[in-house]
Nanobody
Framework: QLQLVESGGGLVQPGGSLRLSCAASGFNGNYKAIGWFRQAPGKEREGVSCISAFTGSTNYADSVKGRFTISRDNAKNAVYLQMNSLKPEDTAVYYC????????????????????WGQGTQVTVSS
């Protein structure tokens, strides 16, 4: 079974940067796309970014465009999320998840389209 593990979260000042990692392992490591999601206290989980394993195409939520960059390293079975110019509103638990049904990362990122969720990593942006 595909397993995903997030890392790289922490406490950072507004305007600072963090890089999150999503490492994949398991007997079945196949996936078509990897998405990053986040969930703040009292709010629903929302899509942040996605990258296609086949084409490398990416997608970003409007709230993070120009600040976050998703990338992949297929040799390491890893996906990264570089987060710059962080704001307090970015504070949340960040999760990565796999999409196996489609290579597409276009459109709205829906939680129900992804599975094999990791345990999450906490990102806190505060003075």
């Amino acid at each position: 079974q595909l397993q995903l593990v997030e890392s790289g979260g922490g406490l950072v000042q507004p305007g600072g940067s963090l890089r999150l990692s999503c490492a994949a392992s398991g007997f079945n490591g196949n996936y078509k796309a990897i998405g990053w999601f986040r969930q703040a206290p009292g709010k629903e989980r929302e899509g942040v970014s996605c990258i296609s394993a086949f084409t490398g195409s990416t997608n970003y939520a409007d709230s993070v465009k120009g600040r976050f960059t998703i990338s992949r390293d297929n040799a390491k079975n890893a996906v990264y999320l570089q987060m710059n110019s962080l704001k307090p509103e970015d504070t949340a638990v960040y999760y990565c998840a796999a999409r196996r049904s489609s290579f597409s990362c276009s459109g709205v990122l829906l939680v129900d389209d992804f599975g094999s969720w990791g345990q999450g990593t906490q990102v806190t942006v505060s003075s």
